[in-house]
């Protein structure tokens, strides 16, 4: 059973920084994708960044050059720079099979239960 356990939430002021992590256990499948997506107060989710199997990132166009994806056998981390008030959401990491044979990842169906962000102007 796949498991993914953020920490590393808070609060704080706009130009700041905080790093979010998350545990990930139980994914027994040869490669995964991980990601971090948001969703602001009273807006539907977004993605913020991913890294698949192969170290591949994407990041949103808002927090290009900001924000920083990582991950390692079973943990992964954002570190999140120059923070603004529109970056205030519940950030949640989930993960995805990784597929192989056309080398990108499958929908994202796993996931954590979330950590708050708010960064105050």
């Known amino acids: 059973q796949v498991q993914l356990v953020e920490s590393g939430g808070g609060s704080v002021q706009a130009g700041g920084s905080l790093r979010l992590s998350c545990a990930v256990s139980g994914y027994t499948a040869s490669g995964y994708c991980v990601g971090w997506f948001r969703q602001p107060p009273g807006k539907e989710r977004e993605r913020v960044a991913t890294?698949?199997?192969?170290?591949r990132t994407t990041y949103a166009d808002s927090v290009k050059g900001r924000f920083t994806i990582s991950k390692d056998t079973a943990n992964m981390t954002l570190q999140m720079n120059s923070l603004k008030p529109e970056d205030t959401a519940m950030y949640y990491c989930?993960?995805?099979?990784?597929?192989?044979?056309?080398?990108?990842?499958?929908?994202?169906?796993?996931w954590g239960q979330g950590t708050q962000v708010t960064v105050s102007s």
């Open positions: 989930a993960a995805a099979a990784w597929r192989a044979r056309s080398w990108d990842c499958d929908a994202y169906s796993y």
């Open positions: 890294v698949d199997s192969i170290s």
